[in-house]
T-cell receptor, first 110, second 116 residues
Framework: QKEVEQNSGPLSVPEGAIASLNCTYS??????FFWYRQYSGKSPELIMS????GDKEDGRFTAQLNKASQYVSLLIRDSQPSDSATYLC??????????FGSGTRLSIRP | GAVVSQHPSRVICKSGTSVKIECRSL??????MFWYRQFPKQSLMLMAT?????????EQGVEKDKFLINHASLTLSTLTVTSAHPEDSSFYIC????????????FGPGTRLLVL
């Protein structure tokens, strides 16, 4: 079992809709979680971090964390074509290492 | 967010030569930096963890004598690809961990290496 799992996609969402990206993790000791966006040919860019159960909102992005279910999600409201990218979920494990998921490809169709 | 720079952004070299890539944290001190490699349409692959003032920790299957890592200061880590071959052509990305920001990792812009 991978330590951080994501659906590879591609996830296709119409412009203006809500894109929902999901991630599960296996290490119950993980405390910090991150979402990165990676455009094709570019390096990952941090877009959200979350440490507590519940929701954290930043503009059109909302991260959700449920430690009991070992589940992290990212919602993107009012999706734009510029949101088309690969989204990487990451967790800071109890082994003092950030573990990345393999990423979900998101495509926003006009 | 914090800034991490990488230099060079792109390098083309002949087979058999060595290439050095620098990674700098510009506005925070990073006792730990990471080196990743990414082939087209594939996931990030962690190569090694670079610790300031001590030896790097390499992931399984990564040759430490081929990929030399030096982390001599709190803001600079270097990766040297020795005797590069065409199969080493890839996108190399460093990241730096900011311990004052709950261990958040910030990525550099990456270095695209092409070995002819």
């Amino acid at each position: 079992q991978k330590e951080v799992e994501q659906n590879s996609g591609p996830l296709s969402v119409p412009e203006g809709a809500i894109a929902s990206l999901n991630c599960t993790y296996s290490d119950r000791g993980s405390q910090s979680f991150f979402w990165y966006r990676q455009y094709s040919g570019k390096s990952p860019e941090l877009i959200m971090s979350i440490y507590s159960n519940g929701d954290k909102e930043d503009g059109r992005f909302t991260a959700q964390l449920n430690k009991a279910s070992q589940y992290v999600s990212l919602l993107i409201r009012d999706s734009q074509p510029s949101d088309s990218a690969t989204y990487l979920c990451a967790g800071y494990s109890s082994a003092s290492k950030i573990i990345f998921g393999s990423g979900t490809r998101l495509s926003i169709r006009p | 967010g914090a800034v991490v720079s990488q230099h060079p952004s792109r390098v083309i070299c002949k087979s058999g030569t060595s290439v050095k890539i620098e990674c700098r944290s510009l506005d925070f001190q990073a006792t730990t930096m990471f080196w990743y490699r990414q082939f087209p349409k594939q996931s990030l692959m962690l190569m090694a963890t670079s610790n300031e003032g001590s030896k790097a920790t390499y992931e399984q299957g990564v040759e430490k004598d081929k990929f030399l890592i030096n982390h001599a200061s709190l803001t600079l880590s270097t990766l040297t690809v020795t005797s590069a071959h065409p199969e080493d052509s890839s996108f190399y990305i460093c990241s730096a961990r900011d311990r004052t920001a709950r261990e958040t990792q910030y990525f550099g812009p990456g270095t695209r290496l092409l070995v002819l």
